[in-house]
């Protein structure tokens, strides 16, 4: 414990000294350092898509440990295992995307990918195209560029000047109705997005980022018809869409890419998390050719990491991907996540703290609010995931001020679901509308 101290926790305040301190995972279980177990409900932070404790990813990553721990893939090196790993990624990736830039995580892939976007328009002759647009309450990791792309304005207080040239948009969070003006919310976000792309000029915007369904932002699922028409929006000016699947992306929501299931072609997909499930680091930036030969050609993408393209990031990346696929996993995501929703609807919808259970597959947020008339969200202070902690050791989050957010692995039994259903249900239970 004193060695922990010496730890900067992302987002823990000095003077909480609460520690769990995890030592062993098998399946959708936890145990801490005192034998205590808990169930995962958050896939660790929503990635762990094949549960913990795989011994195939652990044997695996043994062998490769010590034939190749790593090379570089800058220049004219690369490795076995990465280009093994390509061939599967092909087979699984929307068909229009063919090219591959490796990260180490999900921020390292969105600063690829937005680099990519500014360059790409660079090498094209317009290298005034360099305007982000994205959406306030996304998140987009914790680098200058991904950072400047999220919209939560504490993340960025401060740390001084910023990226130039990013603009957030209203995100389609239709339970906040009070958002879109009492339009309907497809249309009043395509009308705000058309006004920035006038307000701005076509000619001066590189691309619009955005989460299929925003993760952090309280697993929010975008009405009908949201991306195909923002979609049709940027083609018609010529702005390039980075869909970031960093949470999204393999399986978690009952498709490969959530991208599918919403009907878009996005030009660069970010990922990370359940490419590997967590076994090692890594992310990538995955884009059309024509993009990928555009910011090669001459002097060669000039962006590049120590570790991309990892051997042996690459391995357990192979070794989760067969899991997923041999296990049935993607379907097992909606099969599962239906299951667990259809519990959270029976035990919540009438309590009175409850505003709107959501869920695609396997993400899951429960909005709470002090008033179901006027959906007003309950007090942030409000200590619910801590105490389904403690009292039902179930790791959920709370997050955009009180919307719980769940992503368990995809491998969750009923059993499991049901133990989900009935650690949330007690304790949301407990509170009244004014936070008591
Ligand atoms: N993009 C999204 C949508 C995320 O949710 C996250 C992290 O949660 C990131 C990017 C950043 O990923 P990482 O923490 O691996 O840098």
Redesign the pocket.
């Known amino acids: 414990m004193e060695a922990d101290t010496h730890l900067i926790h992302p987002h823990l305040p000095l003077d909480n000294t609460r520690r769990f301190i995890m030592d062993k995972g098998e399946g959708c279980l936890l145990w801490d350092t005192n034998g205590n177990d808990y169930l995962d409900a958050t896939g660790g932070?929503?990635l762990a898509q094949i549960g913990h404790g795989r011994r195939e990813i652990g044997e695996a990553l043994s062998k490769q440990a010590s034939r190749l721990e790593y090379f570089t893939s800058f220049w004219d090196f690369t490795n076995s295992s990465i280009l093994k790993l390509i061939p599967t990624l092909l087979e699984l990736v929307p068909s229009h995307i063919t090219d591959f830039v490796f990260t180490s995580?999900?921020?390292e892939s969105?600063e690829a990918a937005i680099k990519t976007a500014r360059y790409y328009w660079y090498k094209k002759g317009q290298p005034e195209k360099n305007w982000i647009l994205s959406r306030r309450n996304a998140?987009?990791?914790?680098a200058y560029g991904?950072g400047c792309a999220s919209g939560f304005e504490a993340d960025n207080f401060g740390l001084g000047p910023l990226v130039p040239h990013f603009r957030h948009l209203t995100p389609p969070h239709t339970y906040r109705s009070w958002l879109f003006d009492g339009q309907d919310p497809v249309d009043f976000c395509i009308a705000e997005l058309e006004q920035s792309i006038e307000e701005i000029g076509e000619d001066n915007i590189a691309a619009f980022i955005g989460?299929p369904l925003l993760?952090?932002g309280g697993m929010v699922t975008p009405p009908e018809g949201y991306w195909p028409k923002l979609e049709a929006v940027l083609r018609r000016h010529n702005i390039l869409l980075i869909q970031?699947e960093?949470?999204t992306g393999f399986g978690r929501t009952g498709s490969w890419f959530t991208c599918q299931r919403y009907g878009v072609q996005p030009d660069i997909i970010t990922v990370?998390?359940g490419i590997t499930s967590g076994y090692m680091p890594m992310?990538a930036a995955m884009m059309r050719k024509e993009i990928a030969d555009t910011v090669r050609e001459g002097i060669g993408f000039p962006v590049g990491y120590t570790y991309s393209g990892h051997p042996l990031a690459a391995t357990a990346a192979a070794v989760n991907l067969s899991i997923i696929k041999d296990e049935g996993l993607v379907e097992r995501a909606n099969t599962i996540g239906d299951y667990l929703a259809a519990g959270l609807h029976a035990a919540l919808d009438d309590l009175p703290v409850v505003g709107e259970v959501r869920h695609a597959g396997m993400a899951f947020g429960i909005e709470l609010v002090k008033d179901k008339q006027t959906r007003e969200p309950l007090e942030p202070q409000v200590a619910i995931a801590d105490e389904i902690l403690d009292e039902f050791h179930v790791v959920v989050r709370c997050t955009n001020p009180t919307i719980i957010v769940m992503s368990p692995p995809l491998i969750l039994s009923e059993a499991q679901a049901d133990r989900i259903v009935e650690a949330v249900s007690t304790v949301v239970g407990r509170f009244r509308p004014d936070g008591s």
């Open positions: 932070l929503w995580g999900g921020s969105i998140y987009h990791g914790a991904g989460e993760g952090v970031d960093v949470v990370a998390k992310g």
